[in-house]
């Protein structure tokens, strides 16, 4: 009897909540230039792909900027809880909440992100490891090109060859500007 | 670094009172060009008497970096410490009074917090029941220049769970609670949990976990101002059932359900801009794991499941609110033939479906599927050669429903050969060599039958051979060479994939290095490398058929250092890594700098 109610169960379950796992929707053919992404044979092109992806909001070609160990650590935002950074999903659960808000309101505001070079910080490259730090400039703009927010400050990036793939961040540290109060953990923050 | 002498001081002192004391006491230190970190904790717990006991936890945590990171000049710190001290006496068998102080300090620049809490502490405890309770004062002191804010309040926290039945097979049942009155920023909340722990039944185990919170917090939105504050409303549910039942033929079963809400509710005041504010959002996650398994001895083991997940987020926009649906299914088989043999086979294959609840092609709709497949097999040939070989595939799909992502739709296949022997022709000679040849094809979907330039193929082989000379149990020298080829290049579609390389690189590093064991707690393991690295693009012209090659750019690099690792007892030790590296590209300027890293570890 006992058996029969687990198989009962077992059944309903599955036939209530289940997702075939070998098929895929199709798709309508293309309406606009594809986003860019270059094949991450070095670190550098790596941040070049986060900042097309950033720009062109396309969440599939962030994802791939990203190691599966990827974390975010900043050095503070005034949220709560208290943490000091978060992890794999949430920086895709946040960038895709982001790209959507973007994608959706085009005509009504847009995004730029610069990074330059720091001084005295040049690009450490190991066999499978990399270290480069840049200074980042984010601008949003509305519908007429009048500036509504600019955010800038350091973020420091660890990247790793793993394997199986190409350059991706495994680690990403952002740091205000000094006496500014906002940053890229901040406008990030908003998204989580 | 006061804190951190502090810390070593309290750790000493407690050590030398009593061996009734029990320490743990961690130490690291790391420097990496302009970066200096320290982090270090102790943990002291004593006892006095029967009656009495006492409690000390300190962590503490620097980080300097130099100023040239940040243009405007000044060196940076962050500080970060949290300390605690807890009194308890032992009244009788059931109750115990206490009180404890805790301190939290966080620093960076201008930025500064310090929160107090001094707690009266009573816990009461029987077979059934047990009832924490805290009471006490909080202040807090923050300042961000040129603006403070202080603020004091009371705090109360209690924490009731009930055993129904002493065998614990009714589970227990808990309720927490949590108060402070801080002027500006109080907070409250209540969280009721049930927990069954894992309890068998008629060779079957089922486990449950329950668990309800609601929570009112307010806090500063800004940084700077401590004039505005916004108020965030929490719901969390938490359920999470776990079963194992024996079917019949030996085979068993694994399910796991879980059910996860979460709802955040904002409260902003108008002075907070809205760069700033957060979305109130909902999310819920219900996933189910069910997993059948059926060993053969210990030799055979085959085990088959199938994951399914959907989680929905609500952020109160259609642009933002997203569904996703995961159906994976995963299927492994390990033999082990005699001691010689072995084979582990996985395959893995699953579709994610992103849906926003308003249409089915909105912006960001998207199926991303994945397929796995890997086998590992071990053979040992005879008592001096072994050998592994390890093969995989991995590919991606990636499929934006609507028109205007479409053209990113993607295909990403991985194909992966790993093969290594390890020959041990003589008591002192072991040699090891690895080969690695890795292949990544990227294609999109919509440009299969254009020469585009997003389809690529990357090619990768590494080839390393080492060779261990092996003097005696307490000295190894051992010498290595490894070779890397990479290239790259389009993808041209003429009823097959054919590559066309727009550049190579080839990467020659030799290593020596000596594992030296003065005494068995002690190894020092010195090590120097070279490294010379030459990448050539590759140019075609209409006229050249096989293109021309030409050097673009090319790398030396040398590193030499050491790692020690000393183990002063069987509970305690020191490990320290020194290396410094010098690199050289042909295109940049020379650049060296030295990597430090100091960890020690001891428990009393």
């Known amino acids: ?192 | 670094m006061i804190r951190l002498i502090l810390a070593i001081a309290v750790g000493i002192v407690c050590y030398a009172f009593s061996e009734a004391t029990a320490i743990y006491l961690s130490l690291d230190f790391a420097v990496d060009r302009q970066t200096y970190d320290w982090a270090d904790s102790i943990s002291v717990s004593r006892d006095f008497g029967k009656q009495i006991s006492f409690d000390f936890h300190n962590r503490s945590q620097a980080t300097l970096i130099k100023e040239s990171v940040f243009g405007q000049g000044g060196d940076r710190w962050q500080r970060f410490a949290n300390t605690s001290a807890t009194l308890t006496r032992r009244l009788n068998d059931k109750l115990r009074l206490g009180a404890s102080f805790n301190q939290r300090f966080d620093r960076l620049e201008q930025k500064r917090f310090i929160g107090n809490r001094f707690l009266l502490t009573s816990i009461y405890q029987t077979s059934l029941i047990s009832v924490d309770q805290s009471a006490g004062l909080l202040w807090e002191e923050r300042r961000f220049e040129p603006r403070e804010n202080n603020q004091t309040g009371l705090s109360y926290q209690a924490e009731l769970r009930f055993n129904p039945a002493r065998s614990g097979r009714w589970g227990a049942i808990g309720v927490a609670g949590d108060i402070n009155t801080l002027q500006q920023t109080p907070a409250r909340e209540i969280t009721a949990s049930y927990e069954l722990p894992p309890l068998a039944l008629a060779g079957d185990t089922i486990s449950l976990r329950a668990e309800q919170r609601y929570a009112q917090q307010k806090y500063y939105p800004s940084s700077g101002n401590f004039e505005s504050v916004a108020v965030q409303n929490t719901e969390q549910r938490r359920w999470d059932f776990e079963g194992v039942k024996q079917l019949p033929a030996e085979v068993r079963m694994n399910l796991d359900v879980a059910y996860h809400y979460d709802s955040y509710d904002y409260d902003y005041e108008d002075a907070t801009t809205d760069f700033i504010r957060q979305n109130s959002n909902v999310t819920s996650l219900f996933q189910y794991h069910l997993d059948f398994q059926r060993d053969w001895g210990e030799n055979i083991s085959v085990a088959s499941g199938y994951l399914f997940t959907r989680t929905n987020e609500d952020y109160g926009s259609d642009q933002t609110n997203q569904r996703a649906e995961t159906g994976q299914i995963t299927a492994t088989a390990t033999m082990r033939f005699w001691d010689s043999d072995s084979l582990q086979l996985t395959g893995r294959i699953g579709v994610t479906s992103y849906t926003a609840p308003t249409t089915s092609a909105y912006f960001a709709d998207r199926d991303r599927s994945i397929k796995v497949a890997s086998a590992s097999l071990y053979h040992r040939f005879n008592d001096y050669l072994s050998g592994y070989l390890d093969g995989s595939y991995r590919g991606f799909h990636t499929i934006y429903l609507s028109g205007s992502l479409s053209a990113n739709n993607n295909v990403n296949n991985v194909y992966i050969i790993n093969p290594s022997l390890v020959w041990e022709p003589w008591n002192h000679i072991r040699l090891r060599q690895n080969y690695q040849m890795h292949a990544n094809y990227i294609y999109y979907e919509y440009e299969r039958n254009e020469t585009s330039e997003r389809n690529t193929l990357y090619r990768r082989a590494n080839f390393s051979n080492a060779i261990d000379l092996i003097y005696s149990s307490r000295l190894t020298f051992s010498v290595e060479y490894s070779y890397r080829y990479e290239d790259f290049g389009r993808l041209i579609w003429q009823d097959q994939w054919k590559q066309q390389v727009s550049w190579d690189r080839r990467t020659h590093r030799p290593r020596l290095s000596l594992e030296y064991r003065p005494v068995p707690s002690l190894l020092f393991n010195p090590f120097v490398s070279y490294e010379s690295q030459k990448s050539y693009d590759h140019y075609f012209s209409e006229t050249e058929a096989l293109g021309a090659r030409r050097l673009s750019e090319k790398l030396e690099r040398n590193s030499v250092g050491f790692f020690l690792k000393w183990s002063l007892s069987h509970n305690s030790y020191l490990d320290a890594q020194l290396e410094r590296r010098v690199q050289d590209y042909a295109s940049q300027r020379r650049l060296e700098y030295d990597v430090f890293t100091l960890t020690m570890r001891r428990y009393w």
């Open chain 1, 1 to 192: 009897m006992m058996r029969f109610v687990t198989a009962i169960a077992l059944a309903l379950l599955i036939m209530s909540c289940a997702k075939n796992p070998f098929s895929v929707r199709d798709s309508e053919p293309p309406t606009e230039q594809a986003g860019t992404f270059i094949p991450p044979t070095s670190p550098q092109i790596a941040l070049e792909n986060l900042r097309f992806a950033y720009t062109e909001f396309v969440i599939s070609n962030f994802i791939q900027t990203l190691d599966s160990d990827f974390v975010f650590i900043f050095d503070f935002v005034q949220s709560i809880p208290a943490d000091s950074g978060w992890g794999f999903e949430q920086e895709v659960s946040l960038s895709d909440n982001l790209f959507n808000d973007f994608n959706a309101n085009k005509n009504s505001k847009s995004l730029s992100l610069r990074f330059d070079p720091v001084i005295d910080q040049p690009d450490l490259i190991e066999d499978t490891t990399a270290t480069l730090v840049r200074n980042y400039t984010i601008t949003i703009s509305d519908s007429q090109g009048q500036l509504v927010e600019s955010i800038s400050g350091v973020s420091r990036f660890e990247l790793i060859e793993a394997s199986f793939q190409f350059w991706a961040i495994r680690r990403w540290e952002d740091f205000h500007d000094p006496g500014t109060t906002s940053s890229w953990a901040d406008f990030k923050n908003a998204y989580r």
